[in-house]
Every structure is written in C-alpha cells, then in structure tokens.
C-alpha cells in the first residue's frame, strides 16, 4: 500500500511555498520555497517521497494557474502514484488549522 501525502501550497507572483504531511498528520516539511517557474515546479516534484498525493493550491486569482496546469499534466501522464488536486479557499485553510502554510 502505498503513503498517502498531503500537500498544501501557498502561490505568490514569484515563488511558492509548499508544506508537506503524512495523511497520519506528521509534518514531513514545512514552508519550502519554490520558484513559480516551470524549473521551480520541477524542484518541487524530485524533492517529494513516493506515495499518492492530494494536493491543496490557494485559490489565488490567477497566480495559481501556472501551478494548476502543471499539476494537471503530471497527473495526467504519472502512472507510479495518484494524484488528486484542488483548490483550497481561505474558509477552508483556515478551517483545517493551515492558517500559516509558511
């Protein structure tokens, strides 16, 4: 069987920080820093351990798109693990306790 991970990203004009957690609620990384760049993406997907992958983005206006069209090719084209991902709206971050993703 494999890990289930959850991943809450927070989208700005020129980088991104992501916050990482087991679906037990342990905390893998907290707040890494990312490029909102194609490069930066791609830094963001080799430094992720394996397991299925539930995704949350910051509904941001149009800041999040880039990152929503790259999460859609690569689960469009992964086949080693499932990836689900969504936007998150402000009422909804802070309701599941992320209000400080960084």
């Not at 890494?32 to 351990?49: A, C």
């Not at 539930?54 to 992964?78: H, M, P, Q, Y």
């Amino acid at each position: 069987m494999n890990a289930s991970l959850i991943l809450g990203i927070d989208p700005g004009k020129s980088f991104f920080a992501a916050t990482l957690m087991h679906s037990t609620g342990e905390r893998i990384w907290k707040a890494q820093q990312f490029d909102m760049s194609r490069d930066g993406f791609d830094g963001l997907r080799s430094s992720l351990p394996d397991g299925d992958l539930t995704v949350g983005i910051e509904a941001s206006g149009r800041i999040d798109d880039n990152l929503l069209a790259w999460f859609g090719r690569w689960k469009s084209c992964c086949r080693d693990r499932k990836i689900k991902v969504g936007h998150l709206t402000l009422v909804w971050v802070n309701f599941m306790g992320f209000t400080a993703l960084r």
